[in-house]
């Protein structure tokens, strides 16, 4: 079945500092890819996607590119603020059908100023 | 607020009683997913509906577990006789259509109720 894997946390980062989060994936046919992030107290927000292959999801200076050949979808951001300290959410979902997301474990991520 | 909303936000019962929980998805959404986060672990699916009717049930959902949408707008999750092993973050959401080819349907979700059982 399909599964996503994450890096694992609790990821420590200064402000200011390159963030890389790595996700890759195991799915049958041509599954999106979405990176979710869930803030202290809060829902699941969603932060950025991609539908097919080589597509770059941003939003909010964070960027994922949709690696169908290293069946990969890292997040990164150049530099972070301490606002960004959040559990960050690799998922994927199928292209067709029910398409529910499956999740990896999650990635805690904290910024220190 | 236009938003997913769960109510409970919070429930705390005692093993082997019965619990309900609500979701209002937005108002033009006809899907709605329900999921189930454990501490440390990303969401679990665990069945979905469109408009009123249920079209997949994960293995996770027990015959202790039933889901109900029954006009098609909000949804309820009764789990019977909880177990200690049902405490958890209660997920909803319900998505919106867009465009592209094929369709990718982005998925808002709720705040959630969580789940102690004692």
């Known amino acids: 079945g399909n599964s996503v894997t994450q890096m694992e946390g609790p990821v420590t980062l200064s402000e200011e500092a390159f963030l890389t989060i790595n996700c890759t994936y195991t799915?049958?046919?041509?599954?999106?890819l979405f990176w979710y992030v869930q803030y202290p107290g809060e829902g699941l927000q969603l932060l950025l996607k991609?539908?097919?292959?080589?597509d770059k999801g941003s939003n909010k200076g964070f960027e994922a590119t949709y690696r169908k050949e290293t069946t990969s979808f890292h997040l990164e951001k150049g530099s972070v603020q301490v606002s960004d300290s959040a559990v960050y959410f690799c998922?994927?979902?199928?292209?067709?059908?029910?398409?529910?997301?499956?999740f990896g474990q999650g990635t805690r991520l904290t910024i220190n100023p | 607020d236009t938003g997913v909303s769960q109510d409970p936000r919070h429930k705390i019962t005692k093993r082997g009683q019965n619990v309900t929980f609500r979701c209002d998805p937005i108002?033009?959404?006809?899907?709605l997913y329900w999921y189930r986060q454990t501490l440390g672990q990303g969401p679990e699916f665990l069945t979905y509906?469109?408009?009123?009717?249920?079209?997949?049930k994960s293995r996770l959902l027990s015959d202790r577990f039933s889901a109900e949408r029954p006009k098609g707008s909000f949804s309820t999750l009764e789990i019977q006789r909880t177990e200690q092993g049902d405490s958890a973050m209660y997920l909803c959401?319900?998505?919106?259509?867009?465009?592209?080819?094929?369709?990718?349907?982005?998925?808002?979700f709720g705040p959630g109720t969580r789940l102690t059982v004692t």
């Open positions: 991609a539908t097919k292959a080589d």
């Open positions: 959401a319900s998505t919106g259509r867009l465009a592209g080819s094929p369709p990718t349907y982005e998925q808002y």
């Open positions: 799915a049958t046919g041509y599954p999106s």
């Open positions: 108002s033009e959404h006809n899907r």
């Open positions: 998922a994927l979902s199928d292209a067709q059908g029910a398409q529910k997301l499956v």
């Open positions: 509906f469109q408009n009123e009717a249920q079209l997949e």
